[in-house]
Each structure stands twice: as structure tokens, then as C-alpha cells.
């Protein structure tokens, strides 16, 4: 039976990948890569010497049954992003559904646990836990209003990403629909810049005015 492995790697600091990861990546015929480039810089550095295949959100069905091949030949494959837990607002999703859908081939799904942003920040948030609804990205154009009322009007944590680009209309629509909400900004998460930021979406929007390179990096923004 082929093993089909979904590898956590880093977000940031290379040091929060895991022992079983390594010894995964290590063991696999194959590692899938959303960018080999990002994901060689890993293996450099852990000393794996394994061939890899981009897997990307636009890939061709072509490369779907490549790997679909590579599976039915017993080959075990591993998937990673170029950065958290593989299939999390990530391509790779995709892959891993028509996998297990696939029963005839009776592959293993196996999961490698480590490091996810939306999970990393929530922990540091100092904001509710106990119940959350992750957004993933927020849409750029259709349906990004209503989302916000959505989320002005929940009764549970929210939690999304957000790029450097948009950061700042985003904080303005949160003053806007949810005003009251405490919010935090957490910022290159894992990294040597990490910044976890409190407050009003109208402190958090008035700060970064103000230090304008509070401004670079990604962010996981996390709503009370």
C-alpha cells in the first residue's frame, strides 16, 4: 500500500520543524512541493536528499496523474507547502480529497503535524480560544462587505490572513462594521521580526500609520 504523507514545515524559523517530519521527508520516494525552490532551502539545510515535483495551484491534470501513476506504482510520496500545515487555505487540499476519494488504490493518508499560523497566533492572542472560525484569505473584491458584517456580527473568534497590501483597508473595514471588537495583529509570525499587536481595529489602524514598516510582512489577523 502506498503512503501518501501531508508534512507541516516551517513558518518561519526553521528550527519549528519536527523530528518526524524530517525523518519523513527523508524516507519518501518523492517530495511534492507547492515551490521547490522554498522547499529545498529545508531540505539543504536537514541534509535530505530526495527528489522533488512541483505541485501548485496551477498545475495541470497532467501532473494530478503523474502522481495518481507514481501512487499506483506503491511509490510514497510527501506534500508540503512552502510554509505551515499542507492543505490549510493551500492547493494541496485539492490533491489530498481526490486522493482519499480514490478507495480503489486504498493509499494512506497520513498526516505529519507541525506548525500552522492560524494556530500559532490564536495561542498568543491573548483573545477567546475555546471557539473559533478560521476565513483563510479574505476575498479581494466580491464579498469581502459581507464577509465583514459576518464577522462583526459572530459570536465566536474569528481568524484570517491578511497580505502587507491590504492590511490597512482591512483594519478599516473592521472599524467600520465591528468597531467595538479588540483585535490582534500578529506579524511574521515564527520569524525575527514576530509582533503581536491588541487593541481596537482604530488603534491597530493608527498604529501602523505610524510606523510604516509595522506595515511589511504577513499577517494573521485574530477578532474577538
Known amino acids: 500500500m502506498a503512503k501518501f504523507y501531508v508534512v507541516a514545515t516551517p513558518i518561519g524559523n526553521m528550527g519549528d520543524i519536527s523530528f518526524r517530519a524530517i525523518e519523513t521527508l527523508k524516507n519518501v520516494d518523492l517530495i511534492l512541493c507547492e515551490d521547490t525552490r522554498e522547499t529545498k532551502k529545508i531540505l539543504q539545510k536537514y541534509a535530505i536528499n530526495k527528489p522533488t515535483m512541483s505541485y501548485h495551484a496551477q498545475s495541470k491534470l497532467s501532473k494530478t496523474d503523474k502522481i495518481f501513476g507514481l501512487l499506483e506504482e506503491g511509490k510514497n510520496l510527501a506534500l508540503v507547502s512552502d510554509a505551515g500545515t499542507p492543505g490549510i487555505s493551500d492547493p494541496g487540499a485539492l490533491l489530498v480529497s ?6 480503489d488504490l486504498a493509499i494512506k493518508v497520513i498526516p505529519i503535524p507541525g506548525a500552522s499560523a492560524v494556530i500559532t497566533a490564536l495561542s498568543a492572542s491573548g483573545l477567546p480560544t475555546h ?19 459576518e464577522i462583526a456580527q459572530a459570536e465566536r473568534t474569528m481568524v484570517f490572513y491578511e497580505s502587507p497590501h491590504r492590511i490597512l483597508k482591512t483594519l478599516e473595514s473592521l472599524q467600520k462594521f465591528c468597531p467595538d471588537k479588540k483585535v490582534c495583529l500578529a506579524r511574521e509570525l ?28 504577513e499577517f494573521t489577523v485574530v477578532v474577538s
Open 98 to 103: 481526490q486522493i482519499v476519494a480514490r478507495q
Open 131 to 149: 471557539e473559533f472560525t478560521f476565513l483563510g484569505f479574505l476575498p479581494h473584491k466580491k464579498g469581502r462587505e459581507t464577509l465583514f458584517k
Open 190 to 217: 515564527t520569524k525575527i521580526y514576530e509582533e503581536f499587536k491588541t487593541g481596537s481595529s482604530a488603534e491597530l489602524l493608527n498604529y501602523l500609520k505610524q510606523n510604516l514598516e509595522k506595515q511589511r510582512g
